[in-house]
C-alpha cells in the first residue's frame, strides 16, 4: 500500500536512511536533512554486527540483503578478553554466530546508495521542530517546511525529541579514548585482536579493539572519570591526552599499554544515555527513532540494530488505516529497547567495576554455552 504522506527526516544515519529508503519503496515522498555537508565530511565510528532478527530483517525487508552479505565480514565475531596482565582468559572464533559485522561507512554508503537522488539535502542545519495541524514543520536554517510527518532520527541530542519531552541524557560516568591502528604497521595488535574484537578489563579501566574492513582495527582506552574531567580531555592537545591516558592504566601489561601509546588518537567520547524504560506522550506529526528515542551505552551491541528495527517498524505502521498505529509503534518502540538498555547499563557496569575480568569472563562463558 503507498504511504500517501509527506515524511521529513532529521538525521542522515543507519535508522533515518533505512526508514527513507523502506518509505520511498511504498510510494512516499521522504526529504532526509543531514548537517554533514556530503557523505564523508567526517568519520562514521567502527564495526557493527547486524542482528539476525532486527538489523538483518532491515536489510531484508528493504531489499538490500545481497548488497549486505556482500559487504559483512562474517569472519570477524570472534571474542577475546585478557586482564590487565595481558593473560588471555577467553578466545573464541564466533564462526558459528549469526552477527556478521560491516563498518558503518560501508551500512551508510549502502543506504544512500539506494535512494532517490536528491532525497538527502547536504548541509541541512535543523534549528527546531514546530508542530503544526496536520503534521510538523521543520526549521532549516532559517526556512520552514511542512509535513506530515516529522521523524527524529538525530541521535543523542535530538531537536526532534525536545517536542516530545523535557528529558535529557546524562553522563554515566565512563569516557571511551579512540585509537586507530593499520595492521601492517601494527603487526602486534593485530595479534591482540585476533579474529573479532578484544576486551582486556581491569579495576574499572577497559582497553577495546575491534577489527574493522580494510586492514583497519578501532580502539577504545576507556576509564571512569567526572564529567568536567571528560570535556576537559576532549580539550587536551594529543600529546597531554596520551599522555593522561596512558597515567589512567599505569601498571598495565607493556603488550595492552602500547595500543595508547602507539594509536592514533580519534575523538574522547564521554558516554551518555536516556534514562532506561524512557517514553514520551504521543504528539501527532512528530516521533522517533534510534538514538533519539532510546540513547544507551554501546555495552549491548544494540544500537544500530535497534534504529533500523525502529525504522522496519515505524514505515510498516506509516502504511497501517489505523490512526493510532504511530502511537502503537511507540509503545512497541519503548518495550523493545528498555529491555536493551537494561543490558547496556548491566554491561557498562560489568566492564567498569572494581571486580576486574570476572563478571566479563562469566558473560562470555555463558554465551558461548548457549
Known amino acids: 500500500m503507498a504511504i500517501h504522506r509527506r515524511v521529513g527526516i532529521i538525521g542522515g544515519g543507519p535508522g533515518g536512511l533505512m526508514l527513507a529508503r523502506l518509505l520511498q519503496s511504498g510510494g512516499a515522498e521522504v526529504t532526509v536533512f543531514e548537517r554533514d555537508a556530503h557523505a ?7 564495526s557493527l554486527d547486524l542482528h539476525a532478527e532486527t538489523g538483518q530483517r532491515a536489510m531484508r525487508l528493504a531489499g538490500l540483503e545481497a548488497a549486505f552479505v556482500a559487504a559483512a565480514r562474517p569472519e570477524d565475531q570472534g571474542d577475546r578478553l585478557y586482564d590487565a596482565a595481558g593473560t588471555l582468559l577467553f578466545d573464541r572464533d564466533g564462526g558459528d554466530d549469526d552477527r556478521p559485522e560491516i563498518d558503518r561507512s560501508e551500512l551508510r554508503r549502502i543506504l544512500l546508495g539506494s535512494l532517490a537522488p536528491g532525497t538527502v539535502r547536504w548541509g541541512a542545519k535543523v534549528e527546531r521542530v514546530e508542530p503544526i495541524a496536520g503534521g510538523a514543520r521543520l526549521i532549516v536554517d532559517g526556512a520552514g517546511h511542512a509535513f506530515g510527518l516529522v521523524v527524529g532520527a538525530d541521535g543523542a541530542w535530538s531537536r526532534a525529541r525536545r517536542v516530545l519531552t523535557d528529558v535529557r541524557p546524562t553522563y554515566q560516568g565512563v569516557t571511551l579514548v579512540e585509537l586507530g591502528f593499520d595492521v601492517v604497521r601494527h603487526p602486534h595488535v593485530d595479534a591482540l585482536v585476533g579474529g573479532g574484537k578484544m576486551f582486556a578489563v581491569g579495576d574499572n579501566r577497559v582497553i ?9 582495527i578501532r580502539g577504545y582506552a576507556g576509564y571512569r572519570m567526572d564529567e568536567d574531567d571528560a570535556h576537559a580531555w576532549a580539550a587536551l592537545p594529543h ?8 597515567d589512567a592504566f599505569a601498571g598495565w601489561a607493556p603488550e595492552l599499554a602500547r595500543l595508547i601509546v602507539e594509536g592514533e588518537l580519534l575523538a574522547v567520547r564521554p558516554l551518555y544515555a536516556l534514562p532506561i524504560g524512557h517514553r514520551w ?10 538514538d533519539a528515542a532510546h540513547l544507551m551505552s554501546p555495552f549491548s551491541g544494540e544500537g544500530v540494530n535497534l534504529a533500523l528495527a525502529d525504522a522496519a517498524d515505524l514505515a510498516a505502521a506509516l502504511t497501517s488505516a489505523d490512526p493510532s498505529a504511530v502511537a502503537a509503534f511507540e509503545a512497541q518502540v519503548a518495550a523493545r529497547a528498555q529491555e536493551a538498555a537494561e543490558g547496556a547499563a548491566a554491561g557498562l557496569e560489568s566492564a567498569f567495576s572494581h571486580a576486574g575480568p570476572a563478571s566479563v569472563l562469566a558473560h562470555y562463558q555463558e554465551r558461548a554455552s548457549a
Not at 600529546?239 to 596512558?246: F, I, M, P, S, V
Open 40 to 46: 564523508d565530511e567526517r568519520p562514521q565510528g567502527g
Open 281 to 290: 506522550t504521543p504528539l501527532p506529526g512528530v516521533t522517533l527513532i534510534g
Open 239 to 246: 600529546d597531554a591526552l596520551r599522555g593522561k591516558t596512558l
Open 208 to 216: 577495546i579493539a575491534q577489527r574493522n574492513a580494510h586492514g583497519h
